[in-house]
């Protein structure tokens, strides 16, 4: 169990320490680390400073059987959300139609994480560092939820 334990984290340090490398070739870069069995998307998202000065998105759209589609967006800068279905343009996170609140994740000193058990999901955001200055590096995980209530 222990052993499991230890595979796993260096595992994990290993996949960030790659992600961290290849920052620079990717403005909006996400790095599975998942096999699917208890999470579906678990990995580290980076989001960088462009040329105009604001920071990258990555939109994941996803299905599971029963919940249907949903698009999470991740970025710019500490943003998320969550929307039900999938659509083609973009959509505002501070719409209404944004399942999750707070949607920009407040950073106090250099620490963030955040939660939320919204629409049967489960998202956990952790702030990861960075070995970069011009991006912001985070831990996320989306799992279906354990509580009862959707």
């Given at each position: 169990?222990?052993?499991?334990?230890?595979?796993?984290?260096?595992?994990?340090?290993?996949?960030?320490?790659?992600?961290?490398?290849v920052?620079?070739?990717?403005?909006?870069?996400?790095?599975?680390?998942?096999d699917?069995?208890?999470?579906?998307?678990?990995?580290?998202?980076?989001?960088?400073?462009?040329?105009?000065?604001?920071?990258?998105?990555?939109?994941?759209?996803?299905?599971?059987?029963?919940?249907?589609?949903?698009?999470?967006?991740?970025?710019?800068?500490?943003?998320?959300?969550?929307?039900?279905?999938?659509?083609?343009g973009?959509?505002?996170?501070?719409?209404?139609?944004?399942?999750?609140?707070?949607?920009n994740?407040?950073l106090?000193?250099?620490?963030?994480?955040?939660?939320?058990?919204?629409?049967g999901?489960?998202?956990?955001?952790?702030?990861?560092?960075?070995?970069?200055?011009?991006?912001?590096s985070?831990?996320?995980?989306?799992?279906?939820?354990?509580?009862?209530?959707?």
């Open positions: 169990m222990m052993r499991r334990r230890a595979t796993r984290i260096l595992l994990v340090a290993v996949l960030m320490a790659v992600g961290f490398g920052a620079g070739r990717s403005h909006a870069q996400f790095t599975s680390m998942t699917h069995a208890t999470a579906m998307l678990e990995g580290n998202w980076q989001s960088c400073r462009e040329e105009g000065g604001g920071y990258s998105e990555r939109v994941y759209d996803g299905k599971w059987v029963g919940l249907g589609q949903f698009e999470l967006h991740m970025g710019p800068y500490h943003e998320f959300a969550l929307f039900r279905g999938i659509q083609d973009h959509r505002e996170h501070a719409s209404s139609e944004n399942l999750l609140r707070p949607f994740i407040e106090v000193g250099n620490n963030a994480r955040h939660s939320w058990d919204v629409a999901m489960r998202l956990d955001v952790t702030l990861a560092g960075g070995s970069r200055e011009q991006c912001e985070w831990y996320v995980t989306l799992k279906r939820s354990t509580t009862s209530s959707h």
